[in-house]
């Protein structure tokens, strides 16, 4: 086991309340309440995350309802279904995924604007 | 099947329920409930009353401990609270304060 951490929530578990922490998050399973993740986090197809969700970067091929902030990125893939508010500076929805909601990307605007 | 692992740098406070083997390396408060094993590694801690069939211990846990088949503390855990399971086994060197409870009914 090295620094390099990957954090495994399986398909068969539940979890109701706060999660925190660093290092990688994959889940498979079921998810309420929040997280708050230092590093990426990733929601399998199999997962469902009901919660406000805050990470470094974020990969969505499940379900996910809830608002978002991502630091760097957040891509919600093709088998994804995803409800809430979004705010990253990078946001990719790829072909056939659900969304909805709104998106805040920082996008500096011109003085003038 | 896909074993859950709770790394050491993750803190959850609050309910996890499930139906497959957990290995906690990290925090976890609140309430454990599974219906198969819990492992709890040398550097995890465990502040939650926790409701298993099999219990590994080899870190720290506080909170009284129910398991349906049996709870195992390795040597250089530490565990305070109340067990209740047909089968215990403490190692040598494990520190332990509480009530066991042996179910023993069955036999």
């Given at each position: 086991?090295?620094?390099?951490?990957?954090?495994?929530?399986?398909?068969?578990?539940?979890?109701?309340?706060?999660?925190?922490?660093?290092?990688?998050?994959?889940?498979?399973?079921?998810?309420?309440?929040?997280?708050?993740?230092?590093?990426?986090?990733?929601?399998?197809?199999?997962?469902?995350?009901?919660?406000?969700?805050?990470?470094?970067?974020?990969?969505?091929?499940?379900?996910?309802?809830?608002?978002?902030?991502?630091?760097?990125?957040?891509?919600?893939?093709?088998?994804?279904?995803?409800?809430?508010?979004?705010?990253?500076?990078?946001?990719?929805?790829?072909?056939?995924?659900?969304?909805?909601?709104?998106?805040?990307?920082?996008?500096?605007?011109?003085?003038?604007? | 099947?896909?074993?859950?692992?709770?790394?050491?740098?993750?803190?959850?406070?609050?309910?996890?329920?499930?139906?497959?083997?957990?290995?906690?390396?990290?925090?976890?408060?609140?309430?454990?409930?599974?219906?198969?094993?819990?492992?709890?590694?040398?550097?995890?801690?465990?502040?939650?009353?926790?409701?298993?069939?099999?219990?590994?211990?080899?870190?720290?846990?506080t909170g009284n401990?129910?398991?349906?088949?049996?709870?195992?503390?390795?040597?250089?855990?530490?565990?305070?609270?109340?067990?209740k399971a047909p089968?215990?086994?403490?190692?040598?060197?494990?520190?332990?304060?509480?009530?066991?409870?042996?179910?023993?009914?069955e036999r």
């Open positions: 086991m090295a620094s390099e951490q990957i954090n495994i929530i399986g398909r068969g578990i539940t979890i109701r309340g706060s999660l925190s922490g660093g290092g990688d998050l994959v889940i498979e399973g079921r998810v309420e309440g929040q997280v708050a993740l230092k590093n990426h986090l990733t929601i399998e197809q199999s997962g469902t995350v009901e919660a406000d969700i805050k990470a470094d970067e974020l990969t969505i091929n499940g379900e996910a309802s809830g608002n978002i902030e991502a630091n760097t990125r957040v891509a919600i893939n093709n088998t994804a279904k995803v409800q809430g508010d979004i705010k990253s500076q990078r946001v990719v929805i790829e072909d056939g995924a659900v969304f909805n909601g709104s998106i805040e990307m920082d996008v500096k605007l011109p003085d003038d604007v | 099947m896909a074993n859950t692992i709770i790394g050491s740098s993750i803190v959850i406070d609050g309910e996890i329920s499930g139906d497959e083997d957990l290995v906690i390396q990290g925090t976890v408060k609140g309430k454990i409930s599974l219906k198969e094993s819990l492992f709890v590694e040398a550097s995890g801690v465990v502040e939650a009353d926790i409701d298993t069939q099999n219990v590994e211990i080899a870190g720290r846990v401990i129910a398991a349906s088949d049996k709870v195992e503390l390795k040597s250089d855990c530490r565990v305070v609270g109340d067990i089968r215990i086994l403490i190692a040598d060197g494990a520190s332990f304060k509480g009530n066991v409870d042996m179910d023993v009914k």
